[in-house]
């Protein structure tokens, strides 16, 4: 009876070490984590994609009334994925990351390596005879490259004639 108290004892005092060790090793990988900017996190390529936050925003370019095809695989390279990718050239933005961020589409176009902002979109500027609109869900915002990607919404930046 003695021995099989001391068995239970040791199997609980190893246990508890083991979740001890497992709980300060998880913990440290998210500091690690988190002391990176949302930036650094979108444009880092992992080899396993992180499940700890996973979206999936539309976004769609109109360009003086014609829509401009969003590539398929951006983020995507032959040994990993950024956290923000393609994989269709359907417009849909796959979030998959670590931890969960307010990932703009500042993000999205640095990780494409195109210009977003109010003034400019690809390669087309605003100027006296066209404007850079942007409409989230159908609502007009005046966010532009701050925009946060939220999970099932639909962006529209649209470049046209005043």
Not at 135 to 150: A, C, F, H, P
Request: glycine share 6%.
């Amino acid at each position: 009876m003695k021995q099989a108290l001391l068995l239970v004892a040791a199997c609980a005092v190893l246990l508890g070490g083991v979740l001890l060790f497992a709980g300060k090793r998880q913990t440290s990988s998210i500091a690690e984590v988190t002391d990176r900017t949302t930036r650094e996190v979108a444009l880092a390529c992992d080899p396993g994609m992180a499940q700890v936050y996973h979206i999936h925003p539309v976004l769609s370019i109109i360009v003086d009334g014609e829509k401009v095809g969003i590539p398929s695989d951006v983020g995507v390279r032959s040994t990993c994925m950024t956290v923000l990718h393609t994989h269709t050239p359907d417009g849909v933005i796959h979030v998959e990351s670590p931890e969960k961020r307010d990932f703009t589409l500042a993000d999205f176009f640095a990780v494409w390596e195109q210009s977003f902002s109010k003034d400019k979109i690809l390669s087309y500027e605003a100027d006296a005879d066209h404007r850079i609109r942007i409409t989230v869900d159908g609502i007009e915002v005046d966010t532009y490259e701050n925009t946060i990607l939220r999970d099932a919404q639909h962006i529209v930046i649209t470049y046209e004639s005043i």
